[in-house]
Every structure is written in C-alpha cells, then in structure tokens.
C-alpha cells in the first residue's frame, strides 16, 4: 500500500494540539505509550510537544507502511473530530503529498477523484467510499466486496424499479447487464453520438464494444469476488485488479444512472 505521509499531520498536531491532546490522540492508534510515559509535562523539567512527537517519530520511523498508515489516518480521523475546521487545511497540505479526504476517511488520490461521487447515486456512496479505504488499507477482499456491493445497492433498485424480478437469483454479471438494458443507457448513448453527428458505422462499433468491456469487467469482479478467500500476502496483480474494479464501478454507475435518478 501506498504510505500516508506522517510529516503534515504531524505539523498539525503541532500548531493545533496542547501536548495533553496529543498524547490523548496517539493513544487511540498502535503507538506504544508505555514508551512515551516519561514525557510529561510539568512545571519544571517537563517535557516539550517537541520531545514527545520526537519519540513518536522514532516509533512510527520502525513501523512497515500498513501500520503507520493506521497510526496516520487514525490520527487524521480523531484530529478531524476535536476540531472540524481544520478539514480545509489538512486537505490542503495532503493533497499536496497525494492524499485527499472524503469526510473523515483519508485516501490516495489515485484511487478516484472525490468529485466522481457526485455524478454517482447517494446510495452507492458509502460502499465505494468503503472499497477505496479498504485497498488503501491492504484488505483487497473486503475492498472489492464493497466496490461490488456498491453495484447491487443500484442494481437493486433498478430491478424493483423495473420489474426485473428477484435480482438475487442473477449472477451479479447478468445484474449489471440486465440494468443497463432495462435503463436504455445503450439507446442514450447512441442518441448523444447522433446528436453531435456520428455516423452509424462510427457509433455501432463503439456501442458494441463498450457493452462487451462492460460484460467483461463486470464477469472479472464476479469471478474475483467468488475467490478472494484465497488471496493471501502481497499480490500486486490481484491488487491492480481490485483497484481497477473500483473504477469500474464508478465507470458502471455513472453509465446506469444519474444521480438524480435513484
């Protein structure tokens, strides 16, 4: 996984945090505070904020990439709660390291856009949100368990909408399938080409091939998410894929529904 950079957050801890709060928010990660408990803070001969994110450093310095990106987002999350205002600035100063927040959850930037969710259904929102956090966190089965589930909460309401009938006695391929035809997004599309003058021979290869690499990412998450069970370590095929599930879904979404839609 990619490692959340320490550095910024650690400066906002700094300029925004009495050493008493800080030490209340490390407390919430895996930093191990029995090796801080001689920092303290007294009248004489206390500790500084400095001293005592020092020792935070080293700690975090040993950690591997997953575990001090815990300690981060962690952070991130509890700094976030105490003072929300400071939303803006931290987004600022991460987004400048690849790293962007979506509420109180911190992600790379590479994974989506944040601005994609608003062309997406609110309803999808949570499940992709869950699926991005969890790739970022190194879980590849729960990230892409979400990223399909956000896919059934749409297609769900598609098939009650419909009438398309029990959509959990489909194959989550056909759901998808099913959904695109019932909601006319193969005749929407061909109706924007025409309407900025594509040719028939232009735009039937296009439709044709679009809904087979639709068919065709959407049997490659089925047939992941039927086997990851048996993913275990490091696998940086499988995680390409998961990522790249995640902006299938995304591309999926945006192909089935507008967001007014649902």
């Known amino acids: 996984m990619k490692k959340i950079p320490w550095g910024p957050i650690r400066s906002s801890l700094t300029n925004n945090f009495s050493f008493g709060v800080i030490k209340e928010i490390i407390g919430y ?3 191990d505070m029995a090796l801080l408990a001689h920092l ?8 500084s904020k400095s001293q ?9 310095g040993q950690m591997n990439a997953e575990e001090s990106g815990s300690v ?3 952070c991130c999350e509890e700094v976030l709660i105490r003072k929300p205002e400071l939303s803006s600035e931290l987004d ?4 400048r390291v690849g790293w962007k927040f979506s509420g109180t959850t911190l992600l790379p930037v590479e994974i989506f856009d944040i601005s994609e969710l608003r062309e997406i259904p609110e309803k999808a929102h949570e499940d992709i949100l869950k699926a991005a956090s969890r790739l970022r966190d190194g879980d590849l089965s729960g990230s892409l368990s979400a990223s399909c589930g956000a896919l059934d909460s ?4 598609i098939y009650e909408e419909y009438g398309l009938g029990d959509p959990n006695s489909a194959s989550f391929q056909e759901r998808i399938n099913k959904s695109i035809e019932a909601v006319g997004a193969k005749e929407s599309l061909i109706r924007e080409l025409q309407e900025i003058n594509w040719v028939e021979s232009d735009y039937k290869p296009l439709e044709k091939n679009l809904s087979g ?4 990412a959407a049997f490659i ?3 992941l998410r039927s086997n990851m069970g048996d993913v275990h370590g490091t696998k940086p095929v499988v995680t390409a894929l998961v990522y790249d599930s995640i902006k299938w879904s995304l591309l999926i979404l945006r192909i089935i529904v507008t967001r007014g839609s649902f």
Do not use: F, W, Y
Not at 40 to 47: I, L, N
Not at 52 to 60: E, H, N
Not at 92 to 95: G, I, K, P, T, Y
């Open 29 to 31: 990660t895996s930093i």
């Open 40 to 47: 303290e803070q007294k009248p004489k001969d206390g500790a």
């Open 52 to 60: 005592l994110l020092s020792a935070i450093d080293c700690q975090i």
């Open 72 to 74: 981060a987002s962690i």
């Open 92 to 95: 600022r100063v991460l987004a």
């Open 154 to 157: 749409v297609t769900s309401m």
């Open 213 to 216: 690499s639709l068919n065709q």
């Open 221 to 223: 998450m089925q047939k």
